[in-house]
C-alpha cells in the first residue's frame, strides 16, 4: 500500500498552504503545527512532510523551532526541507529532530556538495527534492527555474545510493485538479530502485488509489486535506489500507 505523507508548510511558525508556489496566496490553517501534527499522528501517520517556506526563500532554515517542537512531542518520522544549502544547515535539521532531509537548490547549484552528503549522512537520510516546472528544475523556494531537466537530474545521482526522490509538479501544486500521474509513472519506471515520490495536485483518496494501482510507492498531501477533500476519517482509513 501506499504511503501517504502528510505535508505542514511553515511561514512564520504557522502552517499554511500556497498555491503553485506563490507565496502572496499563503492560507494559514493551523496557528500552531503541533496541533495537526499530533492530529495527524492519532490518525496513524508514520511519516511528516514539513516544508520551510520561510527557509526556502531566505537560503537558511528558519522554523527549526517548530520542528524541534513536533520532534521532542510526536513520534513521527520527519522529512524535513526549506534553505539547505549547507552542511551546517543540514546538521542543524537533522540536530532538531528529522530523521531525513530534503535537499533541492543544492542539487543544482553544487551536485559535488549533494554527492558528499549523501556519502557522508546516507541515502536513507537524504532525500532530493525535483520540484519541476515545465519539465525543468525550479530552485531558491520556486523562484528561479534551471535548465535541469527531472530525469537527467536523478540520472546524475543514481549511481552514487539516491533511494528517495520527491517529485513536485509545481503548476499542480495546490490546485486540488489532480497529479501529474504520467511524470510520476515516467519517472518510477525509469527508476524502479529509487522511491519517487508523487507531491502536488492530490484532489482525493482516488487520487492516491491510482497512484498506488500505478505502483507509485509514497505520496505527499496537503491541501487536499486541510481544504476537507480527504477529510480525517478518510485519511484514517487509508492508513488502515480499509
Known sequence: MIEIIP??????GQCVR???GDYDSKKVYYRDPLEIARIYQDLGVRRLHIVDLDGAKTASPCNLAVLERIAGNTSLDIQYGGGIKTSESLRAVLQAGASRVICGSIAVLDPDSFIGWLDD?????VILGADAKNGKIAINGWLESSSVGVEDIIR????HGLSQVICTDISKDGML???AFELYNRLQAAFPQIEITASGGISSVGDIRALDENGIRS???GKAIYEGAITFEQLRLCLRNE
Not at 505535508?7 to 512564520?12: L, M, T, W
Request: glycine content about 12%; cysteine-free; charged content about 15%.
Open 7 to 12: 505535508a505542514i508548510d511553515i511561514i512564520g
Open 18 to 20: 500556497l498555491s503553485q
Open 121 to 125: 549522512y546516507g541515502p536513507e537520510h
Open 156 to 159: 546524475k545521482f543514481a549511481p
Open 177 to 179: 485538479k489532480g497529479p
Open 219 to 221: 505520496v505527499i498531501v
